[in-house]
């Protein structure tokens, strides 16, 4: 069945909106695949499109330079190899679709365009005196203290932090029902200081009742992805913190975790990891306070005889 691109990924969209994707899979699904039909060209038959110009239209983004998102005028950002990663599987999962549909014959993605390779990320987490100064940076703000502490005792994503809503929190079990990638939900525990944060700052604010969201805008919309890199980044220039960001707050709390005897396995689920691959790269970090700990919790080294 013949169809072109653009009228395929309306589909797609459909498709996704259907089976409940999160807004942030949607909007990297859609830059990506408006790169795509831009490249190809609008009224491309899918069926008629090549590996060779999945390869290219990678290889084209490599590398590339593209102004940031949002309306804050910034520098303009060189797109990260996990980026490139992304549009390989934003498009891996287009193409499944259009073989499902009947709108192309073959996958001609999967097991023949080589997935693009990411290098480790670059982990560095904060050390205690940098988490007490940005906690008394971010206490100037009722919110900006509770973002702070809630991604510090959580390691919940940037997107799962904008997108937690209140009938999902518990203050009173400290838990929160949060949905991560693949718009798969976990819940997430938080400690007794992060629930009297939390309950300070609602408080203080009205539901909204257009998102129910817990975490809003000066002007009571959604707090956006964007919105929070900026006001973290704030917050780090006010205690002395450089390149200050959302998942640098995941990475100190996977750290700090393990460092305070927390066990894998928990903090895998608390994280939402599919795969032990990062655990076991928090474990390597971890790995000479976990032998401290060790040492001294050792149920055979602390027998008496």
């Known amino acids: 069945m013949a169809i072109s691109l653009s009228r395929a990924v309306e589909g797609f969209n459909l498709h996704l909106?259907?089976?409940?994707?999160?807004?942030?899979?949607?909007?990297?699904?859609?830059?990506?695949?408006?790169?795509?039909?831009?490249?190809?060209?609008?009224?491309?038959?899918?069926?008629?499109?090549?590996?060779?110009?999945?390869?290219?239209?990678?290889?084209?983004?490599?590398?590339?330079?593209?102004?940031?998102?949002?309306?804050?005028p910034r520098p303009p950002r060189t797109l990260a190899p996990k980026t490139i990663l992304n549009m390989h599987t934003a498009l891996s999962s287009?193409?499944?679709?259009?073989?499902?549909?009947?709108?192309?014959?073959?996958?001609?993605?999967?097991?023949?365009?080589?997935?693009?390779?990411?290098?480790?990320?670059?982990i560095q987490p904060l050390s205690t005196d940098q988490i007490t100064a940005l906690i008394q940076a971010a206490s100037m703000s009722d919110r900006n203290r509770a973002i702070v502490l809630f991604a510090l005792d959580t390691g919940a994503r940037a997107s799962e932090i904008?997108?937690?809503?209140?009938?999902?929190?518990?203050?009173?079990?400290?838990t929160a029902t949060i949905?991560?990638?693949?718009?798969k939900t976990r819940t997430v525990v938080f400690g007794r200081k992060t629930g009297r944060a939390l309950f300070r700052y609602m408080a203080g604010v009205d539901e909204d009742p257009r998102h129910g969201?817990?975490?809003?805008?000066?002007?009571?919309?959604?707090?956006t992805r964007s919105a929070l890199l900026?006001?973290?980044?704030?917050?780090?220039?006010?205690?002395?913190?450089?390149?200050?960001?959302?998942?640098?707050?995941?990475?100190?709390?996977?750290?700090?975790?393990?460092?305070?005897?927390?066990?894998?396995?928990?903090?895998?689920?608390?994280?939402?990891?599919s795969s032990m691959d990062m655990?076991?790269?928090?474990?390597?970090?971890?790995?000479?306070?976990?032998?401290?700990?060790?040492?001294?919790a050792s149920p055979v080294d602390n027998l008496k005889n």
């Open 279 to 296: 655990v076991r790269r928090y474990l390597q970090i971890a790995g000479a306070d976990l032998e401290r700990v060790h040492r001294r």
């Open 94 to 122: 287009f193409w499944s679709w259009l073989v499902m549909e009947g709108y192309a014959e073959e996958h001609i993605i999967k097991g023949r365009v080589a997935r693009p390779r990411v290098p480790p990320p670059d």
């Open 179 to 183: 949905n991560g990638k693949g718009n």
């Open 162 to 174: 904008c997108d937690l809503s209140r009938e999902r929190l518990d203050l009173a079990a400290k």
């Open 17 to 72: 909106a259907a089976e409940g994707a999160s807004d942030h899979t949607l909007q990297d699904y859609n830059t990506t695949l408006s790169r795509f039909v831009q490249f190809c060209g609008p009224l491309t038959v899918p069926d008629t499109i090549s590996p060779n110009q999945i390869r290219r239209f990678l290889a084209y983004w490599q590398g590339k330079t593209v102004a940031p998102p949002g309306v804050a």
């Open 213 to 223: 969201r817990v975490f809003s805008s000066l002007r009571g919309d959604p707090l």
């Open 230 to 273: 900026q006001m973290i980044r704030r917050m780090g220039k006010r205690a002395g913190i450089n390149r200050l960001y959302p998942h640098r707050l995941r990475h100190t709390f996977a750290i700090h975790y393990l460092r305070n005897g927390g066990d894998v396995m928990t903090l895998q689920r608390q994280l939402g990891h």
